[in-house]
């Protein structure tokens, strides 16, 4: 006996109304996920304020440095990056364009039209991470430091304490 899958359709059935829409902060995560981990990109400057508050706290705010300019099927992305000495700067843009169409296209279905990349920086790998100490950091090791040497000098002072009170000739009678 063969059964056949019927579907049933209702012609009172509507399609809603509606469109779906993107947040421009949602398209520059999307494009700073993406290129995280472009070869030769050290990262994406993103201008004097946030410089500035990168130096003062740790921040791995993904969409500084990124501007989109989001419509209703296409995505048009401004880039200024570091790139690293000693690499291509076609290449980058060329791995760059990659993979922010594809992760648009996987993520969002939007287009990419335009990118443009301003290369504002050339640095080695050892100057990049020496810019991104923050006052944070700084602070940070000092306390860290400080906490070392205190329970060194404690340890110390306890080693020393422990050794007298042992020791019956140092006593004073």
């Known amino acids: 006996m063969v059964t056949e899958n019927k579907k049933t359709q209702r012609s009172d059935m509507t399609v809603p109304k509606g469109e779906l829409t993107f947040n421009d902060k949602v398209i520059q ?9 472009v070869p030769g990109l050290l990262g994406v400057d993103g201008g004097f304020i946030a ?3 990168n130096k003062l706290v740790n921040s ?12 209703k099927e ?11 000495y000693g690499n291509n700067a ?8 990659e993979v922010i ?5 996987d993520i969002t279905s939007l287009e990419l039209v335009e990118l443009n990349v301003e290369v504002i920086d050339i640095q080695t790998k050892a100057e990049f991470d020496a810019d991104q100490v923050s006052l944070q950091d700084r602070v940070t090791d000092a306390g860290n430091t400080i906490k070392e040497k205190t ?18 000739d140092v006593r004073v009678v």
Not at 29 to 37: D, L, R, T
Not at 60 to 71: F, K, L, Q
Not at 74 to 84: E, R
Request: net charge negative; no cysteine.
């Open 29 to 37: 995560k999307v494009v700073g996920y993406a290129i995280e981990n």
């Open 51 to 53: 410089n500035i508050k």
């Open 60 to 71: 791995d705010n993904p969409v500084d440095g990124i501007a989109v300019e989001v419509g």
């Open 74 to 84: 296409q995505v048009a992305v401004d880039l200024n990056v570091i790139m690293a």
């Open 90 to 97: 076609h290449d980058i843009y060329k791995a760059l364009t």
């Open 101 to 105: 169409t594809k992760q648009l296209t």
């Open 151 to 168: 329970s060194d000098g404690v340890n110390t002072v306890k080693e020393t304490a422990s050794k007298v009170k042992n020791d019956d």
